[in-house]
């Protein structure tokens, strides 16, 4: 007898649920949580909604409501549809709403301070000065510099398909309201990859004949080009906030 534990990819709260998020979610997590039941695997298949973020305190602003009236009203959406169509998950919770998994993200986050993963660094982002707020890069358009397109992302032009950053668009507005936006500067936490690679190196060199020839060269193009820091903290209110306090 083994034990699984198995999760699903976690849905933002800021729209109804349609057939690809059962299909390709939902289902085949369902399925395999059902096959190691029957196996008589201990099994425990959790899952929930993913609450805190952007695109929910976005979708609350348009609304002219609070994200946690945005996610108690999708919530319940999203909780009734994986129930009718049979969803067999042991819990399915909210970020926003469970004590555990705001104290295990913010256990999670100080043992990887103590190990020394993570760094502080300054950085310059999209800001509306009207709402008071950053925005993240694809809540940013204006015009793209390569093909002139007007309405580029700032994280890609959907014309020419190039990638950007949102500080190339030339006259950057705010997506939903076209208010022109400014940089700010503002410090973030950023989990130091560069760290890993090693590490990470010699775990991908036992996984060659496993992992499949794309994913192994996909990650070795990565690592070949070094590892950069990710950023792993927002402008925020509606989150867990950062355990400062603890940290030094
Ligand atoms: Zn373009």
Redesign the pocket.
């Known amino acids: 007898m083994e034990i699984r534990l198995i999760t699903s990819a976690l849905p933002y709260v800021n729209n109804v649920p349609h057939i690809g998020h059962l299909v390709g979610s939902h289902l085949p997590a369902d399925i395999f949580a059902r096959y190691n039941r029957i196996k008589g695997n201990i099994t425990l298949f959790i899952g929930g909604t993913d609450e805190h973020g952007t695109p929910t305190e976005l979708e609350a602003i348009k609304n002219n409501t609070t994200p946690e009236k945005i996610t108690d009203f999708y919530y319940k959406i999203h909780k009734e549809i994986y129930d009718w169509f049979g969803i067999s998950y042991d819990n399915f919770s909210r970020t926003s709403k469970s004590k555990i998994h705001y104290e295990v993200t913010r256990e999670i986050f100080l043992q990887i301070f103590r190990n020394g993963y993570i760094i502080e660094k300054e950085q310059e982002l999209p800001y509306d000065p009207k709402w008071g707020r950053f925005l993240a890069d694809r809540f940013v358009i204006g015009k793209?510099?390569?093909?002139?397109?007007d309405k580029?992302r700032g994280d890609q032009?959907?014309?020419?398909?190039?990638l950007?950053d949102p500080k190339d668009l030339i006259d950057p507005r705010n997506a939903i309201t076209g208010e022109s936006i400014i940089f700010k500067k503002t410090r973030h936490m950023f989990l130091d990859l560069s760290k890993l690679e090693n590490d990470l190196k010699n775990w991908l060199d036992t996984k060659k004949g496993i992992f499949s020839d794309v994913t192994l060269s996909i990650a070795y193009g990565w690592l070949k080009e070094g590892l950069k820091a990710r950023s792993i903290t927002r402008d925020l209110k509606w989150g867990v906030p950062v355990p400062y306090k603890e940290l030094w």
Request: proline fraction near 7%; include cysteine.
């Open positions: 793209c510099p390569y093909c002139g397109y580029a032009c959907e014309m020419c398909g190039r950007l």
